[in-house]
């Protein structure tokens, strides 16, 4: 258990709670017994001179989740503020309600309860940037990527400069949502235009970026402050073949809507024929890369940066 008192968290804020909070940090958890006090900790170390909340939804857990987030919850109970579901919300659809409907932030970040912040001036940073440029809505950093089967970082930071509409489209999001920072404002607009709940997607931060890099600036902020645990199971990774085709189609209709919502169905083309022919790449199959390589995005990659693009086919 973290040595903190609530005290000491709160030192700066200029207040003895968060109900008058400047930031809500968001987590969603279930069964992560394992991991949920790293990431509870992870935010409790936020050093800031302005009041957070911390919104913790336990979606009814089967394993010791909420166990240990009561525990914190009743050292910190000026700053967490948790949710337990009796019943699991995630299979209806409707995990986000409670929690969305109990944000009081002007800023919104997020950390699942498998990953965790490592800069204890995350918070403070983005937002101080972020009340000084109004017309940014969002901003992120890098994040470095723990592989937990293996028990090691890969080599490479998680995230990439500098993200657009097109990037993502074409190349793949590469804004680490548990980097994030989000105007509440604008992350209800996107909840009340865009619903992403109702339309089934298999994941919410591929098109949460789409739609904010067309309505809004997303800002990076060359800073390291997250670590993204891959397990060997999970939303986003899994060792089934059919789990993964799904995934991969999800990622696909997303791309679909956005490209006839906003009239850029030459960046779906350009998105095939990149996955393509990094799959061809990797099986070998090079009737597949013959056959997608005229339309690969070239136009985006300048002459230095077409041979570290190949070599990056191979990892």
Known sequence: MLNLTEEEIMKNWG??????PLVTVKTMTYNQEDF??????GVLKQKTTFPFEFLIHDDASTDNTASV??????????????????????????HHVKIDAAIKGKYLTLCE???????????????????KHPDCGATYTFAKAYIQQKGEYEKHLFGKKNQTFRKIMIFGNSVPNL??????????????????????WLMGDLPKWLWITTNSKLVFIPRVTSVYRILKESAAHSQNPDKVKAFEQSAYDIREYFAKLNHKEEYLKKYQAHFDFIEGWQKRDFNMMKKSFKNLPWEDLNLKNCAKFLISCLK
């Open 113 to 131: 309860g498998d990953d965790y912040w490592i800069d204890d001036s995350k918070l403070q940073c983005q937002v101080s940037y972020m009340e």
């Open 36 to 41: 949920i006090a790293q990431t509870i900790e």
């Open 15 to 20: 207040v003895d709670n968060s109900d008058n």
């Open 179 to 200: 980097t994030s920072c989000i105007r509440v404002d604008i992350y209800k607009k996107l909840e009340k235009e865009l619903a992403p709940v109702s339309k089934n």
């Open 69 to 94: 987030v009561r525990q914190y919850a009743e050292k910190y109970p000026k700053i967490i503020k948790p949710i337990y579901e009796e019943e699991n919300q995630y299979k209806k659809g409707t």
